[in-house]
């Protein structure tokens, strides 16, 4: 007996459609490693219709009061917290993730960052309208930029949807996104939700792989790029943007150092870390991944850290005891488990460093010690559930080890010190740093990086601001 696969569908001017060509993609539950679901696998036409169609919305949908916008999201966050468990199913067969942890960690903060702007859609800000040359006045509009053109990764495919559309719609623009080709189904069924709520055309939703993303990038009508993705997809989508000098928002890849000094409180520090990086398998530009002990304590913690992996459960989405689900597709587990393969001599595995399982991609919570900065497994995003554990001997060389990567989303310090937190703050080069805690968002506040994590802001006044333009009007006074 053959069970029917479920059939996703592009929403595309208010309308499901299979892509033009009908060409299709299978879509696998990781936790199961089954296909469960065909996705349309979009071209150029489709690309070309979905375009189309957030074009002619925008004249409308700009021309709405911050009001409208406002009412509308605060109708989408409403229908989301509705339909949560549908949600939750869907993204939980989309990745593998525990259901109860879905349930509790994802959804309630996407609701509340779809309110946050819808409140921000009011709050626009500018200078003062006055008289900076004699005889003038001088307005600043804030104005959306166009059709944004958005790419959304698998590791996170609901929230990550929602910190790309919603400060979009905000600000009145209209939108074309595209989820992972492994992780479509949450974003198909927002599709559903959104449908009774915003205009046709405000929103749509393209299925594919890399060339449909490529596709959105290159196409003329979009005004702005938005992805969050590798460093190699995000320096393609720069590339491409600059031929017509479209605007570019990059939310890349991380290496976050989790600083610990020796007067730190251990037992938290541990226990935190552990959940901080471990936490979705790891896949999490932010995971507390690469920790940096002071000498002093050092073996003490790695101890520590080694029996919380160890006590750390990973299993099926329907076990309430489990922390996390399996990697995503099989690429990412092959690509986790060759970082531990290769590591050098001179590394010693304390824990894990094994996949789990016959069935599905799941991976050990593991921990390795031993290592020296220009190791592969430092300077590298594993993006998995691997933490990394680092000696240091003073103030200065934790510094240096710290930012002596190409990455710089997120770190964190942990020290009873006011004084060296505050120093340890200002001389991080990350774009967060986090004390005595790893990973807290919230949607008043930004989320983006440095150097090679990207550029733009996610979420807070910042990340809707990114989805504005501003245009100087002066007028003569003398008529």
């Known amino acids: ?16 459609k299979d892509a033009a060509d009908g060409r299709t993609t299978e879509v696998v539950n990781p936790a199961t ?4 679901a065909t996705a349309p696998l979009s071209g150029q036409a489709d690309v070309d219709a979905a375009m189309a169609a957030a074009a002619a919305a925008f004249p409308g949908w700009r021309d709405t009061t911050p009001a409208e916008r406002q009412k509308a999201l605060l109708k989408i966050a409403d229908a989301f917290e509705a339909r949560a468990d549908e949600l939750v199913a869907a993204e939980s067969e989309n990745t593998g993730k525990p259901l109860a942890l879905t349930a509790s960690e994802e959804v309630p903060p996407m609701v509340d960052q779809i309110r946050f702007f819808a409140g921000a859609a009011r709050l626009l800000e500018g200078r003062s309208a ?52 492994t992780t479509p189904a949450s974003t198909v069924l927002m599709a559903e939700i959104i449908d009774s709520v915003l205009p046709k055309g405000v929103f749509n939703v393209i299925c594919g792989d890399r060339e449909t993303g490529k596709a ?6 979009p005004a702005m790029a938005s992805i969050t993705g590798s460093v190699r997809a995000g320096m393609q989508v720069a590339e491409s943007a600059s031929k017509d000098v479209k605007r570019v928002h990059l939310e890349l890849g991380g290496k976050a150092p ?16 552990a959940v901080a990086g471990y936490f ?3 896949q999490d530009c932010t995971a507390a991944t690469r920790v940096l002990v002071h000498q002093s304590i050092h073996d003490e913690f790695v101890a520590a850290l080694a029996k919380a992996a160890a006590d750390t459960k990973t299993g099926q989405p329907d076990d309430e005891d489990v922390l996390y689900g399996p990697l995503n597709n099989p690429n990412q587990l092959k690509q986790v488990a060759g970082f531990i393969e290769r590591l050098p001599a001179h590394a010693k595995v304390e824990a894990g460093g094994h996949q789990v399982g016959e069935k599905g991609y799941f991976y050990a919570p593991t921990v390795v010690s031993g290592l020296k900065q220009d190791d592969e497994i430092i300077q590298n995003e594993v993006f998995g559930p691997v933490i990394t554990v680092q000696s240091f001997t003073d103030e200065g060389q934790a510094l240096e080890y710290a930012n002596g990567v190409e990455f710089a989303l997120a770190s964190s310090v942990w020290t009873k010190d006011h004084g060296r937190a505050m120093r340890m703050s200002k001389n991080l080069d990350f774009g967060c740093v986090w004390i005595n805690t790893h990973i807290p968002l919230v949607a008043e506040m930004p989320h983006g990086g440095f150097k090679k994590s990207g550029y733009g802001k996610d979420l807070s006044a910042y990340g809707f601001e990114d989805y504005t333009r501003i245009k100087h009007v002066m007028t003569s006074l003398d008529g």
């Open 1 to 16: 007996m053959t069970t029917e696969l479920r059939r996703l569908r592009n929403y595309i001017g208010g309308e499901f």
């Open 33 to 36: 490693g089954e296909v469960y």
């Open 130 to 181: 006055g008289e900076y040359m004699e005889g003038m006045t001088s307005i600043i509009r804030r104005e959306p930029v166009g059709v944004c053109a958005q790419v959304a990764p698998w590791n996170y495919p609901m929230m990550m949807a929602v910190w790309k559309f919603a400060p979009a719609i905000a600000a009145g623009n209209t939108v074309v996104l595209k989820p992972s080709d």
């Open 216 to 221: 959105m990038v290159e196409h003329p009508t």
């Open 258 to 273: 989790v600083v610990v000094f020796e007067d730190a409180d251990i037992a938290k520090a541990v226990e935190d870390i």
């Open 280 to 282: 979705n398998a790891g």
